[in-house]
C-alpha cells in the first residue's frame, strides 16, 4: 500500500472511528456528520467551493461506478460499505449538481454503514461537505445573497443551498405563494 493510499485508509478509519456505537440523538448525529465533513475538508485541503469530487473518488477502497442505467428502474444511486471503504453506483445521467450531493451522500452511507445512517442523516452530511457552515455564513454575511449564484458557486442544485440556508437560519421559510417563471424556466426566488 503506497503512502497516499495508507493515508486515505487511515481517513476511512478516522471518518468511521467519529460514529459512536451509541445511539445518538438526531441534534449529536448531525454534529457528528458536520464533524466528518470538516475532517474530510481538512485532509484534502480544500478551503473554498466548489468542493472537488476528487475528495470521495481519491479515498483508497471507494470504488464508484456510474451507470448512464441503473440496475433499479428509478433508482439514483446505490452504495455497499465493505471493511476498508464501500463501493458507491451513480446514475451518470444526472445533472453535475445532483450527482455531486448525491455522491456524498452515499458517502456517509459508506462511513456509517450502509445500514446504520438514515436518508435524512445523510442528506446532512451532503450538505456539510459541500457547503459548510463558516463558508456559507461568510459568503451570506459578505453579501452574497442570490440563491442561484450561491447555487453555483457551490455547485449544488437552487433546492439544495435552500435546504442549507434555512437550516442554518439564514433564510427565513416565507409564506408559500406561486412565483412567475423566470425565463431559465426556474419559479425560485433570488
Same mark, same amino acid.
Given at each position: 500500500?503506497?503512502?497516499?493510499?495508507? &493515508?486515505?485508509?487511515?481517513l476511512?478509519?478516522?471518518?468511521?472511528?467519529?460514529?459512536p456505537?451509541?445511539?445518538?440523538s438526531?441534534?449529536e448525529?448531525r454534529?457528528?456528520?458536520?464533524q466528518q465533513?470538516?475532517l474530510?475538508l481538512?485532509?484534502?485541503?480544500?478551503?473554498?467551493?466548489?468542493?472537488?469530487?476528487r475528495?470521495?473518488?481519491n479515498?483508497?477502497?471507494?470504488?464508484?461506478?456510474?451507470?448512464?442505467?441503473?440496475p433499479?428502474p428509478?433508482l439514483?444511486?446505490?452504495?455497499k460499505?465493505?471493511?476498508?471503504?464501500?463501493?458507491?453506483?451513480?446514475?451518470s445521467?444526472?445533472?453535475?449538481?445532483?450527482?455531486?450531493v $448525491?455522491?456524498?451522500?452515499?458517502?456517509?452511507?459508506?462511513i456509517?454503514?450502509?445500514?446504520?445512517? /438514515?436518508?435524512?442523516?445523510?442528506?446532512d452530511?451532503a450538505?456539510?461537505v459541500?457547503?459548510? $457552515?463558516?463558508?456559507?455564513?461568510?459568503?451570506?454575511q459578505?453579501?452574497h445573497?442570490?440563491?442561484?449564484?450561491?447555487a453555483?458557486?457551490?455547485?449544488?442544485?437552487?433546492?439544495?443551498?435552500?435546504?442549507?440556508l434555512?437550516t442554518?437560519?439564514?433564510? &427565513?421559510r416565507?409564506?408559500?405563494?406561486?412565483?412567475?417563471? $423566470?425565463?431559465? /424556466?426556474?419559479? $425560485?426566488?433570488t
Open positions: 500500500m503506497g503512502g497516499d493510499e495508507a &493515508q486515505t485508509t487511515r476511512m478509519t478516522r471518518l468511521r472511528a467519529m460514529t456505537n451509541w445511539p445518538l438526531v441534534q448525529a454534529w457528528v456528520a458536520e465533513a470538516a474530510l481538512a485532509e484534502a485541503r480544500i478551503l473554498a467551493p466548489p468542493v472537488p469530487e475528495i470521495v473518488r479515498l483508497a477502497g471507494v470504488h464508484i461506478y456510474e451507470l448512464d442505467i441503473l433499479v428509478g439514483l444511486s446505490a452504495s460499505t465493505n471493511s476498508r471503504g464501500g463501493d458507491i453506483v451513480l446514475d445521467t444526472m445533472p453535475l449538481p445532483e450527482r455531486r $448525491t455522491l456524498m451522500h452515499e458517502l456517509k452511507h459508506i456509517d454503514g450502509s445500514q446504520t445512517s /438514515g436518508e435524512a442523516l445523510c442528506a452530511f450538505m456539510s459541500l457547503m459548510p $457552515t463558516p463558508w456559507l455564513r461568510a459568503d451570506w459578505t453579501g445573497r442570490n440563491v442561484s449564484a450561491l453555483e458557486r457551490y455547485q449544488v442544485p437552487v433546492e439544495a443551498i435552500e435546504h442549507r434555512h442554518l437560519e439564514l433564510l &427565513q416565507g409564506p408559500r405563494r406561486r412565483h412567475a417563471p $423566470t425565463a431559465s /424556466g426556474s419559479n $425560485t426566488p
